[in-house]
Nanobody
Framework: QVQLVESGGGLVQAGGSLRLSCAAS????????MGWFRQAPGKEREFVAG????????DYADSVKGRFTISRDNAKNTVYLQMNSLKPEDMAVYYC?????????????????????WGQGTQVTVSS
């Protein structure tokens, strides 16, 4: 079992930055690929960024490439999402998720159905 707790959301003006954190319980964090997803009102949940279990591979949605950076610290059981140049369309509830798929491979898990554990989400609000 892995429990995930997100933090760092809040209100920011367009063009500003936020850093989201996701703290994981358990001693097997380093074996999980991690991802960030978001869901805006009336929209489906979408992939934002992912990182392989070792941190060696990352992937991003086209809409956030060049603005967002995912990273992880396996010693702290934490994954981060640095969000810069925020836009009103980035406003959503952000969720982190953990996937046991592809452990041992430098592959980023993208489909949400391939994630095993989810956090409760943190709200990001961007004012224009």
């Amino acid at each position: 079992q892995v429990q995930l707790v997100e933090s760092g959301g809040g209100l920011v003006q367009a063009g500003g930055s936020l850093r989201l954190s996701c703290a994981a319980s358990g001693r097997t964090f380093s074996t999980y690929g991690m991802g960030w997803f978001r869901q805006a009102p009336g929209k489906e949940r979408e992939f934002v960024a992912g990182i392989s279990w070792s941190g060696g591979s990352t992937d991003y949605a086209d809409s956030v490439k060049g603005r967002f950076t995912i990273s992880r610290d396996n010693a702290k059981n934490t994954v981060y999402l640095q969000m810069n140049s925020l836009k009103p369309e980035d406003m959503a509830v952000y969720y982190c998720a953990a996937s046991s798929k592809y452990w041992g491979y430098s592959i980023v898990v993208v489909p949400d159905v391939e994630y095993d554990y989810w956090g409760q989400g943190t709200q990001v609000t961007v004012s224009s």
